[in-house]
T-cell receptor, first 125, second 107 residues
């Protein structure tokens, strides 16, 4: 079945970096963009960026520009999200999510149809 | 960035009730809107894309409508498994942005 499996929980000190992996299975890895979305404790969803696994091209939210790096390894169908310069307010659950691109009539519509289980990253001194 | 505003932030309802959640975009986004359901400790689940298209496997009691700036998610007859938080998300431009969420609670 189609699934995304993420790496395990991380605990980091302020200023450090965290790298989360997202392994895809059950579909053609290079056929769909992958998004990264985070959720701070008790808060809503925040889009961080996306990667095109076929080309490695990325789009990042301005908020994270300079601190986030999204990469992929097509040989193992795995995407990575690295966030540097961690602060306490980066404590969150980080999700990867597959991009849905669905044609309806003459338009293409988008969403995130398959999600990883989430990776909790805790930033604490 | 396009701001997405959901209302209400929470709603109390009973099994069998009809529930409506609204989402407003700060500028026109056509029909490029998705809705998600999230239960505690779980990843979000896609319900609706393109404002009104039901994702495969989602019960037909869920429906979406709207275009431009104003959108609605309706649950026609609330079931016990529908108690959750619902988010809208615009898919018209980058950065993708989400509404603040609507928590559907048991009355």
């Amino acid at each position: 079945q189609v699934q995304l499996v993420q790496s395990g929980a991380e605990v980091k000190k302020p200023g450090a970096s965290v790298k989360v992996s997202c392994k895809a299975s059950g579909y053609t890895f290079t056929g769909h963009y992958l998004h990264w979305v985070r959720q701070a404790p008790g808060q809503g969803l925040e889009w961080m960026g996306r990667i095109n696994p076929a080309t490695g091209g990325t789009d990042y939210a301005q908020k994270f520009q300079g601190r986030v790096t999204m990469t992929r390894d097509t040989s193992i169908s795995t995407a990575y999200m690295e966030l540097s310069g961690l602060r306490s307010d980066d404590t969150a659950v980080y999700y990867c999510a597959r991009d849905l691109e669905r044609r309806v009539g003459t338009y293409y519509y988008y969403g995130m149809d398959v999600w990883g289980q989430g990776t909790t990253a805790t930033v604490s001194s | 960035d396009i701001q997405m505003t959901q209302s209400p932030s929470s709603v109390s309802a009973s099994v069998g009730d009809r529930v409506t959640i609204t989402c407003r975009a700060s500028q026109g986004i056509g029909s490029w809107l998705a809705w998600y359901q999230q239960k505690p400790g779980k990843a979000p689940k896609l319900l609706i894309y393109g404002a009104s298209n039901l994702q495969s496997g989602v019960p037909s009691r869920f429906s979406g409508s709207g275009s431009g700036t104003d959108f609605t998610l309706t649950i026609s007859s609330l079931q016990p498994e529908d108690f959750a938080t619902y988010y809208c998300q615009q898919a018209n431009s980058f950065p993708r942005t989400f509404g603040g969420g609507t928590k559907v609670e048991i009355k």
